[in-house]
């Protein structure tokens, strides 16, 4: 399986994102370095990062003694919360971000939560298209947006968001913020497309049937479920092996019948946080 396998999504700026990737959500700081050093050797090219994780010097230094091309890889960070505001607060949290990685430019940059209760969000967005004028970051989005926020969004703002980062697995699916999406040229990218681990979604009788006419695992089932669905996906493991299976999904094909049925598990399985509510 070689990185050039992995299916491109056009952005609605002229770029481009690779369709599977790698998130490092509680990846300790300490091993993120040697994660996404295996990462990058099993053939990710994309990674998903934040300023929050703590982790964003690791997987610098990855990037860095990994030898890869700048042009061959896809790199994500976000703006915590706290950073949210004032044009000058939000530039120096894009520097550091860009300073602890290493990198000259950022393939794409994020709003991480609405956080409606501090109501920056639309200062933030502002001066994120200033950023986005020095070439400095190539797309810039949100994350946690629901259609209520990213319709206020665009009401009141001049760059429409390259991508929405929401919590999306087969138990929760936000169809409404899909839909809005969709409408709005803006690429969907699921966070949490495993269900964290907390939502048993690998024992699904669904998942199991795929699983087992397919010879694949249900982990691969159901990050082949998102590739179908045109979701940007980044499972996280800290095991090389895991890597490597979620990795190999690119030589099979879900029937319609499968498709539709896992995307029948919608339960409102919400794993995280509600963006109206987490401040
Ligand atoms: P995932 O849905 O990717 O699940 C990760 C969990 O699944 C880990 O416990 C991992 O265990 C386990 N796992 C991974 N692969 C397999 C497999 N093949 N079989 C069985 N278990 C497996 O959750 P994440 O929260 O990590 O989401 C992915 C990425 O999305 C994050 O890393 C981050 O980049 C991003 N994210 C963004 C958020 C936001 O607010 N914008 C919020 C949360 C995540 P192990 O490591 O032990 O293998």
Redesign the pocket.
């Known amino acids: 399986m070689t990185a050039s396998k992995v299916t491109r999504i056009q952005l609605n700026d002229g770029y481009s994102i690779p369709q599977l990737g790698?998130?490092?959500?509680?990846?300790d700081p300490h091993e993120t370095e040697r994660i996404v050093a295996d990462a990058l050797e099993v053939g990710y090219r994309h990674l998903?990062?934040?300023r929050i994780?703590g982790n964003e010097e690791g997987v610098g230094r990855a990037i860095a003694s990994s030898g890869i091309a700048r042009e061959e890889l896809f790199v994500t960070t976000?703006l915590w919360n706290d950073d949210q505001g004032p044009e000058a607060g939000v530039v120096d949290a894009f520097e550091r971000s860009l300073d602890r990685l290493g990198l000259e430019y950022l393939d794409l940059y994020?709003i991480?939560?609405p956080t409606p209760a501090r109501d920056r969000y639309l200062e933030t967005w502002r001066a994120f298209e200033r950023l986005r004028e020095t070439g400095r970051v190539r797309s810039i989005g949100v994350?946690?947006f629901l259609a209520h926020h990213l319709e206020r969004l665009l009401a009141e703002t001049d760059v429409v968001p390259a991508v929405d980062?929401?919590?999306l697995?087969p138990a929760h699916q936000q169809p409404e913020t899909g839909a809005f999406a969709r409408e709005h040229g803006i690429a969907i990218?699921?966070?949490?497309?495993?269900?964290?681990?907390k939502y048993p979604l690998?024992e699904l009788p669904q998942v199991q049937a795929a699983s087992a006419t397919h010879g694949k695992?249900?982990?691969?089932v159901v990050i082949r479920w998102h590739l179908q669905r045109r979701h940007v996906?980044?499972?996280?493991?800290?095991?090389r092996h895991?890597?490597e299976?979620?990795f190999d999904v690119f030589d099979f094909e879900l029937s319609e019948a499968e498709m539709q049925a896992i995307t029948a598990l919608e339960r409102g399985g919400r794993v995280?946080a509600h963006p109206d509510e987490f401040n």
């Open positions: 790698f998130g490092v959500f509680k990846v998903d990062t934040a994780y976000k994020l991480h939560w994350s946690n980062q929401i919590e697995h990218e699921a966070w949490g497309p495993l269900g964290q681990g690998f695992t249900p982990a691969q996906v980044f499972p996280k493991s800290a095991h895991r890597m299976e979620n995280s």
